[in-house]
């Protein structure tokens, strides 16, 4: 699937927009430095409020592309969060999987390279934003509410490994904790 782009800027505010959606342009060091912030504010797990946060503002993003171009496999729903973020420079994906487990391998990520330039390899993964990322995916491909997949992430390149491993998992309630 080729994903369109439309990639548009507002003159009076000078934001830019992709397929009608604000979009910030950012740096490996910008999103290096928010998720070492996120990793410090373990007394309110800011992993879990990062990853929260993209899941729901890539839910959005991705629902209203599915609906706007009548996609209706779980194979093309899925492929528009895979392609976006490739569109958004984050990386490259590699998806499998059905609607109650997959894994998702990380082959090239801006974020983790992005971490070992800036401080070096870490003792563990810490690509939160990506599992937000590939909840919203697997939530959109398979039609399930915010909230219905568990992303583990197994293998991390800022933790030294040659590529990303996440494992996605069916939470048992829809929507809620397993």
Not at 151 to 174: D, W
Request: with cysteine; charged share 25%; aromatic share 8%.
């Amino acid at each position: 699937m080729a994903l369109q782009l439309d990639y548009t800027m507002d003159d009076t505010t000078f934001r830019h927009f992709l397929n009608g959606h604000c979009v910030v342009m950012h740096s490996h060091h910008y999103l290096a430095l928010v998720t070492r912030l996120v990793e410090e504010l373990g007394e309110i797990d800011g992993t879990r409020v990062l990853t929260d946060v993209v899941e729901e503002s890539m839910r959005e993003i991705f629902d209203d592309y599915i609906a706007k171009h009548g996609l209706t496999s779980p194979q093309e729903r899925g492929a528009v969060g895979k392609e976006y973020y490739s569109a958004l420079g984050l990386g490259k994906l590699q998806v499998s999987g059905d609607g109650n487990r997959g894994e998702v391998r990380l082959l090239r990520s801006h974020l983790d390279e992005g971490w070992v330039r800036k401080w070096g390899t870490h003792d563990r993964p810490v690509n939160h934003f990506t599992r937000g990322f590939i909840a919203a995916m697997f939530g959109a491909a398979f039609n399930a509410p915010v909230g219905s997949f568990r992303v583990t992430e197994e293998a991390s390149i800022a933790a030294g490994a040659p590529e990303g491993k996440f494992v996605v998992v069916r939470n048992r309630a829809e929507g809620g904790a397993a």
